[in-house]
């Protein structure tokens, strides 16, 4: 799988939002919907890249971060080579599944390599700037949320089909969480809000809605994963000063989920194939992301796979919707889980 190029930006500059589309017009939404039914068949390796996908994106900002800790440290990107070289390869291992599941059980001793060779060059060098400081917090943070993925990963080889019940309270939170996570990450070149009269040009904002007849809802784990990606995409092609939503229903006759954003949207035309394997809209191909256009992909295949339904709706300059519907899971698939944290 060949890795995406990772370039230092300016001081305090999110190094995953170079290159953003213009802002759009703000124009009332009348989208065409379009339900998307097939797409080709994937590969052996292709479907382990889609199985992973969380975890590459992890990958990629880790080794970008670890960039920017290079520059600090002595002005050489390179400097934490080991460290990189292990990023990369675990990244072109993603086409092989087992491999990919063992690495995944050696997490621990993956982040160990890490914090030890940054130890040892740091010393006696402790560069005591805000730019350090930052960039370890935010390596910290990948890093617990590598550790998460992989736990996550594990346990859906060890039962890719059931469904877990979650706390909807606890699901909204870990979403809010992940907005935080990429404002910290973008070292102050946006913020994300919740008050829309708080909202400047700089600003996101976001509109997290979650209801079910109770205060839990059944889902498969890996769309969890899928709800974070799609609302990593919308922002991602989505300007400062956006709007971005998301929403959960379910009730007994099953799942609605959409994500909407007011990003540049998708051409008429690319509607249909922008789901298909590693590719993305013509609009958009110079927006420097640290994905690999797997995203839509894996949220429609896992839709599929668990007998549910998907639409794109979308209009350029005015932004995009994606809807799915799940079928209410069986009882015998049921699987209670504690709260997520």
């Not at 213009?22 to 124009?27: A, F, L, N």
């Not at 590969?43 to 975890?55: A, N, R």
């Not at 039962?159 to 809010?176: F, G, Q, T």
């Not at 498969?220 to 959960?248: E, Q, S």
Request: charge should be neutral; include cysteine.
């Amino acid at each position: 799988m060949p890795l995406p190029e990772c370039k230092l930006a300016p001081r305090r500059q999110n190094l995953s939002d170079m290159n953003l589309p213009p802002e759009p017009k703000r124009q009332p939404r009348s989208f065409r919907q379009v339900e998307i039914t097939a797409i080709p068949p994937l590969g052996k390796g292709e479907q382990s890249i889609i199985d992973f996908h969380s975890v590459i994106n992890v990958l990629n900002v880790l080794r970008c971060e670890l960039m920017v800790i290079g520059d600090l440290l002595a002005g050489n990107v390179d400097l934490l080579k080991s460290s990189l070289t292990a990023c990369e390869e675990q990244l072109r291992m993603m086409s092989d599944h087992n491999a990919t599941l063992r690495n995944a059980t050696m997490v621990d001793d993956f982040e160990k390599q890490l914090i030890d060779e940054i130890t040892l060059h740091r010393t006696g060098t402790r560069p005591d700037t805000v730019e350090f400081a930052e960039s370890m917090s935010n390596l910290q943070s990948v890093l617990t949320i590598m550790k998460l993925r992989a736990r996550e990963i594990l346990a859906r080889s060890a039962a890719p089909d059931r469904w877990e019940r979650l706390n909807i309270d606890d699901l909204a939170e870990s979403l809010r969480q992940f907005f935080v996570a990429v404002a910290k990450n973008s070292k102050g070149r946006f913020r994300v809000l919740e008050n829309a009269a708080l909202q400047t040009p700089k600003d996101y904002y976001i509109d997290l809605k979650f209801e079910t007849a109770g205060r839990s809802a059944y889902l498969p784990p890996v769309f969890v994963d899928v709800m974070r990606d799609l609302i990593a995409n919308a922002r991602k092609y989505t300007p400062p000063g956006g709007d971005i939503t998301a929403a959960l229903y379910q009730d007994d006759t099953g799942t609605q989920f959409v994500v909407k954003d007011t990003g540049c949207g998708i051409p008429p035309d690319e509607i249909e194939s922008v789901v298909h394997y590693g590719r993305r809209a013509s609009n958009v191909a110079s927006v420097r992301t640290l994905g690999g256009g797997f995203g839509l992909t894996k949220a429609f295949l896992v839709t599929k796979q668990f007998g549910g339904r998907f639409w794109i709706s979308s209009e350029l300059g005015q932004g995009t919707d994606i809807r799915i519907w799940l079928p209410p899971v069986s009882p015998d698939l049921r699987e209670t889980q504690p709260p997520m944290g």
